[in-house]
């Protein structure tokens, strides 16, 4: 599975951005995408993610209200809809897929990663 995120760059305070992550390859055994961010000097975190096929989702709580995750599974496409972004959000996010099991949180659930599109939210 390869997995292709893009979307991402310089917005101001208060505005939005649409990343997506695009999958190819063998993705009929995907169950979950999410996306994580890692912002300069600290881990990366959980974002937010996704079933494939359910649309159950997850968010972090910083994000929660804020962030919407959808998918278009004709495409095998993810979106992470970001609006009223703050400065605290810039970070370079990642998509990520898992095979085994529903949502998570955690890194190391995830089976395959995306190559990561930079989000600079200026004040």
């Known amino acids: 599975v390869q997995l292709q995120a893009s979307g991402g760059g310089l917005v101001q305070a208060g505005g939005s951005l649409r990343l997506s992550c695009a999958a190819s390859?063998?993705?009929?055994?995907?169950?979950?995408m999410g996306w994580f961010r890692q912002a300069p000097g600290k881990e990366r975190e959980f974002v937010a993610a996704m079933s494939w096929s359910g649309g159950t989702t997850d968010y972090t709580d910083s994000v929660t209200g804020r962030f919407t995750i959808s998918r278009d599974n004709a495409k095998n496409t993810v979106y992470l809809q970001m609006n009223s972004l703050k400065p605290e959000d810039t970070a370079v996010y990642y998509c990520a897929a898992r095979k085994y099991g529903l949502l998570g949180r955690r890194e190391g659930l995830y089976d395959y990663w995306g190559q990561g599109t930079q989000v600079t939210v200026s004040s």
């Open positions: 390859g063998r993705t009929f055994g995907i169950v979950t």
